[in-house]
């Protein structure tokens, strides 16, 4: 098995307030990203992510754990160029235009011969010559995309990378991402937009006050939380034997059309096509949206790790 891009190992860290209690933002969370993986980190606000985020790109140190990327410390990944991330505000000179923002960092990275490609691929020709502070604040995300992108880095880190774009660029964004995962490059976004997880990510963490509560493909998230419903008409079947299938939880008959409940839909599916007279199958599954609301409310402490 090839070494993970990204590995994360028991992490935690903790902030002291002043005459308050010790505020642990991240407890013991543990996570590895394989390449070429489009992962979505998602969270209520204060749950942790922005925190671990600091940590992976080398911000922050953890009061315990470890983190490496690309087989090293995140500060040596970050400052190589290897680990790139857009952050939602900060790190730009309002005085620079566009293009001289581009050419010093292309200069640092040695790559000015990236500079046109950068400014084509991300629509800044129209304000290249804009200083930064003048822009808005859409252009100045496209301007960070095009900055993450100089280095020709193999990991990308977004931190909510769509705030401020209007839904063309939106659309055009996530094109090059995916574009970007095919040929190998690895990308972790944390965003609010659960639809954006939804259609974009190939696996979701799911985090909550400090902890990782739920890891993995989405379908399998959504199933793990309510599971799923899977209906048929299905002439002469007996309930006993379909209670009896792995993962149903209920089943349920309205004339000829049997209802179950079940944490296997797949499976289940499957074994109504193959196995019975089933026809007219339907399956539904919990929104992400419902999943991450479930989820996030947990008290058990306990994550589900559904990959």
Same mark, same amino acid.
């Given at each position: 098995?090839?070494?993970? *891009?990204? %590995?994360?190992?028991? !992490?935690?860290?903790? &902030?002291?307030?002043?005459?308050?209690?010790?505020? $642990? /933002?991240?407890?013991?969370?543990?996570?590895?990203?394989?390449?070429?993986?489009?992962?979505?980190?998602?969270?209520?606000?204060?749950?942790?992510?922005?925190?671990?985020?600091?940590?992976?790109?080398?911000?922050?140190?953890?009061?315990?754990?470890?983190?490496?990327?690309?087989?090293?410390?995140?500060?040596?990944?970050?400052?190589?160029?290897?680990?790139?991330? *857009?952050? %939602?505000?900060?790190? !730009?000179?309002?005085? &620079?235009?566009?293009?001289?923002?581009?050419?010093? $960092? /292309?200069?640092?990275?040695?790559?000015?011969?990236?500079?046109?490609?950068?400014?084509?691929?991300?629509?800044?020709?129209?304000?290249?010559?804009?200083?930064?502070?003048?822009?808005?604040?859409?252009?100045?995300?496209?301007?960070?995309?095009?900055?993450?992108?100089?280095?020709?880095?193999?990991?990308?880190?977004?931190?909510?990378?769509?705030?401020?774009?209007? *839904?063309?660029?939106?659309?055009?964004?996530?094109?090059?991402?995916?574009?970007?995962?095919?040929?190998?490059?690895?990308?972790?976004?944390?965003?609010?937009?659960?639809?954006?997880?939804?259609?974009?990510?190939?696996?979701?963490?799911?985090?909550?006050?400090?902890?990782?509560?739920?890891?993995?493909?989405?379908?399998?998230?959504?199933?793990?939380?309510?599971?799923?419903?899977?209906?048929?008409?299905?002439?002469?079947?007996?309930?006993?034997?379909?209670?009896?299938?792995?993962? *149903?939880?209920?089943?349920?008959?309205?004339?000829?059309?049997?209802?179950?409940?079940?944490?296997?839909?797949?499976?289940?599916?499957?074994?109504?096509?193959?196995?019975?007279?089933?026809?007219?199958?339907?399956?539904?599954?919990?929104?992400?949206?419902?999943?991450?609301?479930?989820?996030?409310?947990?008290?058990?402490?306990?994550?589900?790790?559904?990959?």
């Amino acid at each position: 098995m090839s070494t993970p *891009v990204i %590995q994360v190992s028991a !992490l935690t860290k903790s &902030f002291h307030r002043h005459g308050q209690r010790r505020l $642990v /933002a991240v407890d013991r969370v543990s996570f590895s990203v394989p390449q070429g993986q489009i992962v979505a980190f998602l969270g209520p606000n204060g749950a942790g992510k922005s925190t671990t985020i600091d940590m992976i790109l080398g911000l922050s140190s953890p009061d315990s754990g470890q983190v490496n990327v690309l087989g090293e410390p995140p500060q040596k990944a970050t400052c190589s160029g290897r680990c790139q991330a *857009v952050l %939602q505000s900060g790190g !730009l000179l309002p005085d &620079f235009t566009v293009r001289e923002t581009i050419q010093a $960092v /292309a200069a640092a990275h040695g790559a000015r011969g990236r500079v046109k490609d950068m400014i084509k691929r991300w629509d800044l020709s129209s304000f290249a010559r804009r200083k930064v502070g003048k822009c808005s604040g859409g252009q100045q995300q496209r301007l960070r995309f095009a900055l993450a992108m100089l280095s020709d880095p193999q990991v990308l880190i977004l931190d909510e990378p769509t705030a401020g774009l209007d *839904v063309e660029a939106r659309r055009k964004f996530w094109r090059i991402m995916r574009e970007e995962a095919d040929a190998g490059r690895t990308i972790i976004f944390a965003t609010h937009y659960i639809e954006e997880a939804d259609d974009f990510a190939e696996r979701v963490i799911f985090i909550s006050e400090g902890k990782i509560v739920a890891d993995g493909p989405i379908e399998k998230i959504r199933a793990s939380v309510r599971g799923a419903t899977v209906s048929a008409v299905i002439p002469h079947a007996s309930m006993k034997e379909l209670a009896g299938l792995p993962g *149903v939880k209920n089943v349920s008959m309205n004339g000829d059309r049997m209802t179950l409940d079940t944490t296997h839909p797949d499976d289940v599916a499957r074994y109504l096509l193959n196995r019975t007279s089933a026809y007219d199958l339907l399956v539904s599954t919990t929104s992400l949206e419902d999943a991450f609301i479930e989820l996030t409310h947990s008290r058990d402490g306990k994550a589900k790790d559904v990959a």
